[in-house]
C-alpha cells in the first residue's frame, strides 16, 4: 500500500517539474490508473481486516461459494466476506482460491493465508412453538401437561403457581430434547434466580400501567418481545446457570441479550432502592463456562449499560465463543458501585435472551 501512494506522489511530482514541456494527458490517465489502483487495494485491505476481525472474535468460516470476482465466504453468524481474485495487479490479493476445505489466500506482497473452513450444524433454542422440534421437560405438577414452550409461561409475572412456588419444591424445568439439548431447572421461587420462558411485552419503561402497583410486578417483560419479532424468550433472574442434558461438550456460538423493562425503568429513571445510572455507571452479563469435568474454561462479557448515556433498550448480540466448548454456563449480573448498596446490587439483577445458536460438529 505504501509502495503506492509512492509510485503516485513521484508522478505528481514529475508533472509538477515538466508540466510546461510537454502534453500532460498520458501522465494524467497514468495518475488516473493509479488512484485507481490505491483505491482498489483500500477496498481490499479493508475487507481482509474485518475478515480478520471476525476470526479474531471467534466467527469461523462455514462454507465457500465460488463467484465471478472470486469467492464468498459465509462466516458462523451467517455475515459474509466476498474477496476478489486479483486483476491485472489492481488487487491487493494476487489469488484467492479453496483448495480440500482450506480457503488460500495469496496476497500481492507473497505473503500466504490459509483458513480452514469449518463443517459444523447450528441449532436454535428460540423458544417458540412453531420451530419446536422437541417437547420441554417441565413442571411436576399432577395437573399440568406440557407440551409447548408458551405453556411455560406463568399466567402472572409475579406470585403465579409456575415460578412462585415457594414451599411446593417443584421444579420449573425445560429441556430443548433432540435439538440444542441446553436445559434449566430450579426449585422454588423466580426471586432466588432460574431462566423462565416469557412473551410479555411492555414499551414504556418510565410510567406504570394502569393496575399495577411496582415494577417488580412486571418483571417478565421486554420492550418489544422477542428477538427478530418472535414472541418468546427468556428472563434470567440473578445468577442462574443453563446446561447440555446429554452431558456433551459444544461451542455456544452466540446469544441474543437485552434488558428486561423493570431494569430500564431503574436504570433511566431510579427507583425506591436503586439511583439511576450515571455517567460512570456500568451494568453487565458475565458468563463463565465450565467443561464435563467442572473445570473453569473462560468468562465471557456483554455490558447492557455503558453510562447513562448508552443504556442498552434493543436485542444485541452476546458472542459466546470466547467460553471455548462447554457442558454448563453460570450468568451472573454485576454492576458498578454506584449501583450497588450494602448487600451488593440494587439495580434489578435481570436480563432477557433468546436465539441461542450452538454449534454441532457434522462427519
Known sequence: MKRFFTILTLALSAFAMTACEYDDEALWGKVNELESQVNANTEDIATLSALVDALNKGKVITSVEQTEQGYTLTLSDGSTITLRNGEDGDSFFVSVVEENGVVVITLADGRVIRIPVIDYELRTLSFEDADALFEPYTLSYADATITVWSDL???????????????????????????????????????????????????????????????????????????????????????????????????????????????????????????????????????????????????????????????????????????????????????????????????????????????????
Open 153 to 363: 409461561i406463568d399466567a402472572a409475572q409475579y406470585g403465579g403457581r409456575l415460578l412462585y412456588n415457594d414451599y411446593s419444591n417443584v421444579a420449573y424445568a425445560w429441556n430443548d430434547e433432540g435439538n440444542t439439548y441446553l436445559s434449566s431447572s430450579f426449585e422454588g421461587p423466580f426471586w432466588n434466580g432460574g431462566h423462565a420462558v416469557s412473551n410479555y411485552v411492555l414499551a414504556d419503561y418510565e410510567n406504570l400501567p394502569e393496575g399495577a402497583s411496582a415494577w417488580y410486578e412486571l418483571q417478565l417483560a421486554t420492550l418489544d418481545g422477542g428477538h427478530d419479532g418472535s414472541e418468546n424468550f427468556c428472563v434470567v433472574n440473578k445468577g442462574s446457570s443453563f446446561s447440555f442434558s446429554n452431558g456433551e461438550q459444544y461451542v455456544i456460538d452466540h446469544m441474543w441479550v437485552t434488558n428486561i423493562t423493570y431494569t430500564l425503568n431503574s436504570l433511566f429513571v431510579g427507583d425506591a432502592y436503586a439511583a439511576p445510572a450515571s455517567e460512570q455507571s456500568w451494568f453487565k452479563i458475565v458468563a463463565t463456562g465450565y467443561n464435563a469435568a467442572g473445570e473453569r474454561t473462560s468468562v465471557a462479557e456483554h455490558l447492557l449499560c455503558r453510562g447513562k448515556d448508552d443504556i442498552q433498550t434493543e436485542w444485541e448480540c452476546f458472542d459466546l465463543t470466547p467460553l471455548g466448548e462447554v457442558a454448563r454456563v453460570e450468568f451472573a449480573i454485576v454492576g458498578s458501585d454506584d449501583l450497588c448498596g450494602e448487600w451488593g446490587l440494587n439495580t434489578p439483577a435481570y436480563f432477557a435472551y433468546d436465539d441461542v445458536v450452538v454449534r454441532f460438529k457434522t462427519e
